[in-house]
């Protein structure tokens, strides 16, 4: 302890607050501060112009305030560590998930804005001014309610100006700020360094330097103008995530915010004073530096610096204000001091600012950072400046936050690889930043885009998710048998094989018309006409066999028995009714269909012995690859996947449903699917729905005019991996995707600046035309297994199936594996 705190007595009487009221801090002094804590942008995510419209936002709010006003911003950064929630009802994947982030360092950030009106006479104080060396007195002018209640509105006003600029007002209450019995307050958390709710109270030794508890601190500070760099901005290049087509920006005091990796608070007091009275005794000085001119060459420079400093002052209407800036960094071992001094001096130096470390004065320092006590802080620590240059030192970005929606899906924070929980589906929507699901996946081959949509498909089923998936690439299978789902594929031992006809119950309107359509498919050309009678015929032909299924439950729904009902009783019917051959042609019709009846070429195809209701099953999988170019199969199998999600759209109700399109879209977009494309981006939204289609050539959606004009504008989520390799041609991309600078600059620094020592890939996901943020896709040794589309590697997988293993012991096992060896 100092000898200012012999005692906990004497720490009572020295301490600066005297009451909180209303969340309100009462200073000894008089002092009336309002507290928030603010919510900003997310890191990466803005812009140059962003930067430069908050930062208008913020200059315009301050000048707002009253004379005589401090706003002293306090950003905390703690080293906090991954916390994993292992439940019970977690899947093995899920499960898996977690266990690979367990106790993953990341720097947690809070964000909190100190409002204090002080008396006028407190502008000059000094370090020598404090509370720790002088005693109570309470200026009379703060015992004025007209006062108090001008300052209030100002704050008021304030608040609205930066809310309606995207930043998070919440009002801290007397319990945020003293505690309760069982959870500490802001001004406890400050004194001992600790922002848990159980952090305990600790000594303070300012004998040398300080030292709290047992965290020995360091602070370094901007107090002078000397110390900062000619000019000062809001943003700042960032270099490794630029390009030779872009500029990537981050705020001008990114360095000393999450990039600096250490536990430390970032402090910024801007003083408003009585701008008249400071313009007017700069006016004096400039006066008296010009009588004294002729005496030394340096009063003729500092003349002119006031000189300057006036003209801008009154031309352009500029607030003077006062600044500092400081930045509070700690550790709890001595040898680690030195490394924290030059990790924060370097941090500063990258600012373009001078390092200064404060170590007789850091007490006061530390002292006037309480909440509540700027006003104490001392003048000498300030400079004069505008208030356009002030709040370029504002700190105006976090880190990721979760999303406040049950629904989403897990990604990474880019900066430290820590999980964040994701919704692009329901919350986006919600707040108006996308109209519909839909959404649409582009990146090269080996991007990661597989292990991406693997793990949103996942999630997406364990969060009841029915899904619906054509591949080309065998890109599911071992997350279709993990799930229990359904998996179609063609192989000459086992061809791919259905049953259309097999309903629970009787057939619908829009099942009996997909049926109908089956037939007429079947037997008539692209281009051949159906005839009324034609029409009329096959739908008597359905609905005559499901009333005979009903009558006689021994008989099984299949192509077969339809095709047997169709040679006698539906046959003995058309001449019961006297229906002529030229109007409809059974003959026909029987000799075209009867490749698909028992012993045909074709008769595996639509009389398959399971008895599945595709309609209930969750996980679909039709890989289509082997018969992607078969003129039977493929409209076949097409058109029972159409059928099979619009039983699921129509259906459904209250279920969300998605249906992910692979590379299998180029085989679909026929001009008979086209229509059907069209109608599925526009509808599905409305059966809480989403379709995604992806793809990795860059030449089909700047070739095909259904990907144009279909997909990428009804798709109001995009998401994007690594295009670096079609950088040359990206303005192309660019304008069919509608991407703004911004979403560029974002887009091609994807892998630019990955963590050494970690596999990972990251993804751009853009909202809207507002919302665009660029995460990490790291997975679990399990989820790799699962996931993985190397033929090699997923074959020792099913190799581990086949001798008996289950699906989950087989992917543990070659997880396991993998980390043994490293």
Not at 148 to 162: E, I, K, T, Y
Not at 416 to 427: A, M
Not at 590 to 607: A, C, F, Q, T
Request: hydrophobic share 35%.
């Amino acid at each position: 302890m100092s000898q200012l705190l012999q005692s906990a007595a004497t720490l009572e009487e020295k301490q600066p607050i005297y009451q909180v009221e209303q969340g309100c801090l009462i200073s000894k002094n008089g002092d009336v501060t309002v507290a928030f804590r603010l919510e900003l942008p997310e890191i990466y995510t803005l812009a140059q112009h962003d930067y430069e419209a908050r930062h208008s936002a913020v200059v315009k709010a301050v000048r707002l305030l009253l004379n005589h006003t401090v706003l002293h911003k306090q950003d905390w950064f703690v080293e906090d560590k991954y916390t994993p929630s292992f439940e019970e009802e977690r899947s093995l994947l899920s499960h898996a998930y977690e266990r690979n982030f367990y106790e993953r360092p990341f720097l947690h950030h809070s964000c909190y804005l100190f409002i204090t009106k002080t008396a006028s006479s407190r502008e000059n104080w000094t370090s020598l001014s404090t509370l720790l060396s002088r005693p109570r007195i309470v200026p009379k002018e703060m015992m004025n309610e007209d006062l108090l209640s001008a300052f209030f509105n100002s704050v008021g006003q304030f608040v609205r100006v930066l809310s309606d600029a995207g930043i998070g007002f919440s009002q801290l209450t007397d319990e945020d700020l003293c505690g309760t019995e069982v959870k500490t307050g802001l001004l406890e958390k400050y004194l001992s360094l600790n922002l848990s709710d159980t952090a305990p109270m600790t000594d303070l030794d300012f004998t040398q330097g300080l030292k709290v508890g047992s965290k020995l601190c360091q602070c370094f500070s901007l107090g002078n103008l000397d110390d900062l760099p000619a000019a000062l901005t809001t943003s700042a290049r960032h270099g490794n995530l630029s390009t030779d087509y872009t500029n990537f920006f981050v705020g001008f005091t990114a360095p000393v915010g999450l990039s600096l990796n250490c536990n430390h608070i970032y402090n910024q007091y801007l003083f408003v004073d009585d701008p008249a009275k400071t313009l007017k005794s700069f006016e004096k000085k400039r006066d008296n530096l010009n009588a004294l001119a002729l005496y030394s060459r340096q009063n003729a420079i500092n003349k002119e610096f006031y000189d300057r400093y006036l003209n801008e002052a009154h031309s352009e209407q500029k607030l003077p204000v006062r600044a500092h800036a400081n930045v509070f960094a700690w550790t709890e071992r001595e040898a680690d001091v030195k490394e924290l001094r030059e990790q924060t001096g370097s941090a500063i130096t990258q600012m373009g600012c001078k390092v200064r470390q404060n170590t007789v004065d850091i007490g006061a320092l530390f002292w006037a950072g309480i909440p509540g006590n700027a006003g104490d802080f001392p003048s000498e620590e300030t400079f004069y400046t505008f208030a356009e240059q002030a709040c370029c030192l504002w700190s105006m970005e976090t880190n990721y936050r979760d999303s406040s929606s049950p629904f989403g899906i897990k990604l990474s924070d880019r900066l430290t690889g820590k999980p964040v929980h994701v919704d692009i589906s329901d919350e986006p929507r919600q707040k108006g930043i996308i109209a519909n699901r839909n959404k649409f996946v582009l990146g090269g081959s080996g991007s990661g885009k597989s292990f991406f949509t693997n793990g949103m498909v996942r999630q997406y089923h364990e969060q009841g998710s029915h899904v619906l998936i054509v591949d080309t690439g065998n890109s599911y299978k071992g997350l279709c048998t993990l799930r229990k789902g359904v998996y179609f594929t063609y192989e000459e031992k086992q061809p791919i094989s259905f049953n259309p006809f097999f309903v629970v119950g009787s057939p619908d309107v829009e099942k009996r018309l997909s049926l109908h359509n089956l037939l007429v498919m079947l037997w008539k050309r692209e281009n051949e006409a159906v005839s009324q009678a034609e029409y009329v015929s096959i739908s008597t032909a359905l609905t005559h066999y499901y009333q005979h299924l009903a009558a006689d439950s021994s008989i099984r729904a299949s192509f077969n028995t339809f095709y047997e009902f169709l040679q006698g009783p539906f046959t003995a019917y058309l001449a019961t009714e006297k229906v002529r051959e030229q109007d409809f042609d059974m003959h026909n019709f029987l000799y075209v269909l009867k490749p698909y009846y028992r012993g045909g070429e074709y008769d595996y195809l639509l009389n398959s012995e399971k008895q599945l209701d595709l309609t209930r099953e969750s996980f679909i999988v039709f890989e289509i690859d082997n018969i992607k170019d078969h003129p039977i199969l493929f409209p076949v199998v097409t058109l029972v996947i159409m059928d099979t999600f619009l039983q699921k759209m129509r259906q459904l109700k209250g279920v969300r449903k998605m249906i992910l399109i692979e590379e299998a879209w180029k085989a679909i977009a026929t001009p008979a699917m086209a229509e059907y494309l069209k109608y599925l981006f526009k509808t599905v939204r409305k059966f809480q729905g989403e379709a995604v289609v992806v793809t990795q050539e860059v030449k089909d959606i700047l070739d095909n005019p259904v990907v144009k004009d279909t997909i990428i504008t009804q798709s109001d989520c995009m998401i994007l991996l690594d295009l670096r390799k079609f950088m040359g041609r990206f303005n192309e991309i660019q304008e069919v995707l509608a991407l703004s600078e911004k979403q560029k600059a974002l887009v091609l620094s994807i892998n630019q600046d990955r963590r050494p020592g970690v596999r990972y890939n990251e993804v751009y996901i853009g909202l809207g035309t507002t919302v665009a943020t660029v995460y990490g896709v790291e997975v679990s040794a399990e989820e790799y297994v699962t996931y993985t589309t190397e033929e090699a590697e997923k074959k020792v997988l099913f190799d581990k199936i086949e001798v008996g293993m289950s699906i989950e012991t087989a992917i543990q096992a070659y997880a396991r594996e993998l980390r043994e060896a490293g």
